[in-house]
């Protein structure tokens, strides 16, 4: 079982909807939580990242962890074609700076 | 805006030969890592480094796989010999070493071993 595990997708959408991506993990010491976006052939990009639980907003994109039930969560608000993309969560404990990534959502937002 | 710079983007290689790819971290971040990501997968580490010293390689192919950071500052991922499994994209990452902050990443190289 891989410690970061994220839903592949494709998810297609129409502009303006909302998007939910997901992601779960098993390691209980996991602290730091990141969302990165990949465009094709790209480097990924830093999102958001958050430490323990809670949520953080930052414009259209809401980032969301729940440590009881080990679940990472992004939201998109008014979502627009530029944002089809990969999204790829991410995780690491308090005393390490290696990142473990999920496999990667693919996103489609249809105009 | 400063950013990881990585070269090449791309490169075919004849397998059995060997491969490097170079990467010049944001000025001033002490942590650099390689990652490798197949395909439709999420990036996996492969080495890690804080300053010029490795601090975790524990996921490096070391037969074949090797990396330096000689300086502490730009760092060399070599293979030799390349292998048609080690086809993927190379991405190089970087972050402060004294900032609560999270790594930025290269552009990658993407390998082609045929």
């Known amino acids: 079982q891989k410690e970061v595990e994220q839903d592949p997708g494709p998810l297609s959408v129409p502009e303006g909807a909302i998007v939910s991506l997901n992601c779960t993990y098993s390691?209980?010491?996991?602290?730091?939580f990141m969302w990165y976006r990949q465009y094709s052939r790209k480097g990924p990009e830093l999102l958001m990242y958050?430490?323990?639980?809670g949520n953080k907003e930052d414009g259209r994109f809401t980032a969301q962890v729940d440590k009881s039930s080990k679940y990472i969560s992004l939201f998109i608000r008014d979502s627009q074609p530029s944002d089809s993309a990969t999204y790829l969560c991410?995780?690491?404990?308090?005393?390490?700076?290696?990142?473990?990534f999920g496999s990667g959502t693919r996103l489609l937002v249809r105009p | 805006e400063a950013e990881v710079a990585q070269s090449p983007r791309y490169k075919i290689t004849e397998k059995s030969q060997a491969v490097a790819f170079w990467c010049d971290p944001i000025?001033?971040?002490?942590?650099l890592y390689w990652y490798r990501q197949i395909l439709g997968q999420g990036p996996e580490l492969l080495v890690q480094?804080?300053?010029?010293?490795?601090?975790?390689d524990s996921q490096l192919p070391k037969d074949r796989f090797s990396a330096e950071r000689l300086k502490g500052v730009d760092s060399t991922l070599k293979i030799q010999p390349a292998e048609l499994g080690d086809s993927a994209m190379y991405l190089c990452?970087?972050?402060?070493?004294?900032?609560?902050?999270?790594?930025?990443f290269g552009q990658g190289t993407r390998l082609t071993v045929v």
């Open positions: 990452a970087s972050r402060p070493g004294s900032q609560n902050t999270e790594a930025f």
């Open positions: 480094f804080q300053d010029e010293s490795v601090v975790d």
């Open positions: 958050t430490y323990s639980s």
């Open positions: 991410a995780s690491r404990m308090d005393s390490s700076y290696k990142l473990i």
């Open positions: 000025s001033g971040h002490a942590t």
């Open positions: 390691n209980s010491a996991f602290q730091y």
